[in-house]
T-cell receptor, first 113, second 116 residues
Framework: AQSVTQLDSQVPVFEEAPVELRCNYSSSVSVYLFWYVQYPNQGLQLLLK??????LVKGINGFEAEFNKSQTSFHLRKPSVHISDTAEYFC???????????FGAGTTVTVRA | DAGVIQSPRHEVTEMGQEVTLRCKPI?????LFWYRQTMMRGLELLIY????????DSGMPEDRFSAKMPNASFSTLKIQPSEPRDSAVYFC??????????????FGPGTRLTVL
């Protein structure tokens, strides 16, 4: 079975500063990797996903993530955050031949002016 | 596209009452998932349907929970009788198993359930 660890439960950051959210996964087979964002009182929205090919994946709202197979990581980054990026971020992994998404515990990002 | 639609958005009920949550998946999607989100346990998959057939219900907590998908455009999650520990946000998600985006699940806005 696959599992996901999000290393930071809360990340406070100032507006226009960079942010990195860390995600590590474990799986014995090839996987797809995802980052979802959940704004307050809303559902989950897909930010980006890694399926294959280039290890640097660009998503919506200026976010990007890098897949590192040797370190089994999929860290999410944004060079300059906005107040509107305040949300909870979930890393998720899925075996390529499976339907089941395994989610991390989430990282709450709070952007301050 | 309207996205995944869930109703109600909020539900407050008393212990012992029956609760029914509803979901309309994205048109053309043939897979549907029900999740529960709590502070203690995070996001948990409750049940997965493919082509209206329940494939995996191993996440359903107990017999008080049941889910149906009578057709491709509608699913329900029922709790009878409800208990305070069922209080959570329940999400529905759908995906297609054909084409180029078979891996992506699209989530609804959720139903926040409070059982008093």
């Amino acid at each position: 079975a696959q599992s996901v660890t999000q290393l930071d439960s809360q990340v406070p950051v100032f507006e226009e500063a960079p942010v990195e959210l860390r995600c590590n996964y474990s799986s014995s087979v090839s996987v797809y990797l995802f980052w979802y964002v959940q704004y307050p009182n809303q559902g989950l929205q897909l930010l980006l996903k890694y399926l294959s090919g280039s290890t640097l994946v660009k998503g919506i709202n200026g976010f990007e993530a890098e897949f590192n197979k040797s370190q089994t990581s999929f860290h999410l980054r944004k060079p300059s955050v906005h107040i509107s990026d305040t949300a909870e971020y979930f890393c998720a992994v899925k075996r390529r031949v499976d339907y089941k998404l395994s989610f991390g515990a989430g990282t709450t990002v709070t952007v301050r002016a | 596209d309207a996205g995944v639609i869930q109703s109600p958005r909020h539900e407050v009920t008393e212990m012992g009452q029956e609760v029914t949550l509803r979901c309309k998946p994205i048109s053309g999607h043939n897979s549907l998932f029900w999740y529960r989100q709590t502070m203690m346990r995070g996001l948990e998959l409750l049940i997965y349907f493919n082509n209206n057939v329940p494939i995996d219900d191993s996440g359903m907590p107990e017999d008080r929970f049941s889910a149906k998908m009578p057709n491709a455009s509608f699913s329900t999650l029922k709790i009878q009788p409800s208990e305070p520990r069922d209080s959570a946000v329940y999400f529905c998600a759908s995906r297609t198993t054909t084409g180029s985006s078979t891996d992506t699940q699209y989530f609804g806005p959720g139903t926040r359930l409070t059982v008093l």
